[in-house]
């Protein structure tokens, strides 16, 4: 509890989350609070945001995107936050390899972590972050830019009514 309370804080003090979240097609408004158990995985994924707010915090914008991606990955690992950064993971179309992508973290093999070091997030991002949580079968992804003045974050979902993605290859 004493954690939800301090990032809930931190993000009032330091962050403003881009409203309203596009969830699919889905708009919904989003308070300040970002751990809100009527979210899967809600206090992971503030504690991932708090994070995130810590390297903004410390380095600024301006950096590429892979500073922030190393600079994470430490801040995750003196959080205990079990993480992979840039999995490779393959690619299909009804059967054929078409390719690999590596996203930027898999964190607790629960969510996809996408990040950027752009001026501005715009849709297209957010809609490579929901098809990413399609093609690896996963319910929960944030997308996290440190390119602005302020940290941006947004929670994407899969949609309810999709099934496991075709794409999601078995190891």
């Avoid at 707010?53 to 590429?64: A, D, R, S, T």
Wanted: proline share 2%.
């Amino acid at each position: 509890m004493e954690t939800r309370k301090r990032i809930n804080e931190q993000l009032k003090a330091s962050v403003k989350p881009l409203c309203p979240i596009l969830i699919r097609g889905v708009v919904e408004e989003m308070s300040w609070t970002m751990i809100n158990e009527k979210y899967k995985y809600s206090e992971l994924t503030g504690k991932v945001i708090g994070c995130a707010m810590e390297v903004h915090k410390y380095l600024g914008n301006g950096f590429q995107e892979v500073v922030y991606q190393r600079a994470l990955s430490i801040e995750l690992n003196m959080q205990n936050i079990l993480h992979i950064r840039e999995q490779e993971m393959k690619l299909e179309y009804k059967g054929y390899d078409i390719g690999t992508r590596r996203v930027d973290f898999f964190i607790e093999d629960k969510i996809m972590l996408e990040i950027k070091a752009i001026k501005q997030l715009e849709d297209v991002h957010l809609a490579q972050a929901i098809n990413y949580l399609e093609a690896y079968g996963l319910e929960i992804g944030l997308l996290i830019n440190f390119g602005s003045t302020s940290l941006q974050f947004k929670r994407v979902m899969k949609p309810k009514n999709q099934s496991q993605s075709k794409n999601q290859t078995k190891s």
